[in-house]
């Protein structure tokens, strides 16, 4: 059972448009969320986070909205540039319990930015 | 944010042999991980690499089919053993970085045929 779900396996947008990566998740424990990007023969690297204390994070060209109730939360990116194509991962991580540290990622969504 | 390497980038064996990933860090760091992704799958944590004791395994993750050494607060290596084509994926390190932000590593590409 998949615990964090990204249900669009790929996205195309315009470049200079917005592109919104979503992302589901169904462990009411989860508390903090991070997006990764991910180039081809390269390790994810870190984008944005949020804590689930707030609804909305932006660094930059990106902002992260968070929506507790329905357990879903979005990438947002603003505006859209080619060399954001890649894959996104969304991971959650439920700090208390134990296991503050685990991250339980999604299958990504393949974004591609059209010049 | 921390320099993380990982050696072999790629590789291909066979059935039954096995293969030592090692991951080095440019800084020291108290906790690192290592997690595989399969074709088409999500990134899951295989164990957390702690040093000077016995690595935390995930369910579904036995110590005798993945061996993780770390000797030092920046190396870490993950062992592949025995293995088999449904081995096949890519094998990543991370470290913690920042309170809950890891990052990682290139990845090692593993076939078996």
């Known amino acids: 059972d998949q615990q964090v779900k990204q249900n669009s396996p790929s996205l195309s947008v315009q470049e200079g448009r917005i592109s919104i990566l979503n992302c589901d998740y169904t462990?009411?424990?989860?508390?903090?969320f991070l997006w990764y990007k991910k180039y081809p023969a390269e390790g994810p690297t870190f984008l944005i986070s949020?804590?689930?204390?707030?609804d909305k994070n932006e660094d930059g060209r990106f902002t992260v909205f968070l929506n507790k109730s329905a357990k879903h939360l979005s990438l947002h990116i603003v505006p859209s540039q080619p060399g954001d194509s890649a894959v996104y991962f969304c991971?959650?991580?439920?700090?208390?319990?134990?296991?503050?540290?685990?991250?339980?990622f999604g299958k990504g969504t393949l974004l591609t930015v059209n010049p | 944010s921390a320099v993380i390497s990982q050696k072999p980038s790629r590789d291909i064996c066979q059935r039954g042999t096995s293969l030592t990933i090692q991951c080095q860090v440019d800084?020291?760091?108290?906790?690192m991980f290592w997690y595989r992704q399969q074709p088409g799958q999500s990134l899951t944590l295989i164990a957390t690499?702690?040093?000077?004791?016995?690595?935390?395994?995930e369910s579904g993750f036995v110590i005798d089919k993945f061996p993780i050494s770390r000797p030092n607060l920046t190396f870490s290596t993950l062992t592949v053993s025995n293995m088999s084509p449904e081995d096949s994926s890519i094998y990543l390190c991370?470290?913690?970085?920042?309170?809950?932000?890891?990052?990682f590593g290139p990845g090692t590409r593993l076939t078996v045929l």
């Open positions: 991370s470290v913690l970085a920042g309170v809950y932000e890891q990052f």
């Open positions: 462990n009411s424990m989860f508390d903090y």
């Open positions: 949020i804590s689930s204390i707030k």
């Open positions: 991971a959650a991580s439920a700090r208390s319990g134990g296991s503050n540290y685990k991250l339980t």
């Open positions: 800084s020291q760091v108290t906790m």
């Open positions: 690499a702690n040093q000077g004791s016995e690595a935390t395994y």
